[in-house]
């Protein structure tokens, strides 16, 4: 069974640090780019950071570039997303995905697996 679990979460004050994890089961994740995602309430799913499944090449929004950073651990499986300096305007539910296909990787229309969604909130 194909699966992305998700990790991590939760509230964190402003200024503040959280990791996200995402377990993948029954496909090769190293086959795959992955990628992170983030919903707010009423806005659409927006790219945030991915790796290339080809070269490893990181990206991220500009939004989040220098606080966040994508790794991988292919041999466990298992994607993650170091979030710092978190600010109350990235308060949104979090999506990991797995995109077989390459390109367009900030576009959610192009994965094929995604996880179950964690809630991030930043507040004092």
């Known amino acids: 069974q194909v699966q992305l679990v998700q990790s991590g979460g939760g509230l964190v004050q402003p200024g503040g640090s959280l990791t996200l994890s995402c377990a993948a089961s029954?496909?090769?994740?190293?086959?795959?780019?992955i990628g992170w995602f983030r919903q707010a309430p009423g806005k659409e799913r927006e790219g945030i950071s991915c790796?290339?499944?080809?070269?490893?090449?990181?990206y991220y929004a500009d939004s989040v570039k220098g606080r966040f950073t994508i790794s991988r651990d292919n041999a466990k499986s298992t994607m993650y997303l170091q979030m710092n300096t978190l600010k109350p305007e990235d308060t949104a539910v979090y999506y990991c995905?797995?995109?077989?296909?390459?390109?367009?990787?900030?576009?959610?229309?192009?994965?094929?697996?995604w996880g179950q969604g964690t809630q991030v909130t930043v507040s004092s």
């Open positions: 029954g496909f090769r994740l190293d086959y795959y780019a």
């Open positions: 790796i290339s499944r080809v070269d490893g090449a990181t």
């Open positions: 995905g797995a995109q077989r296909r390459g390109g367009h990787y900030f576009r959610p229309d192009t994965y094929d697996y």
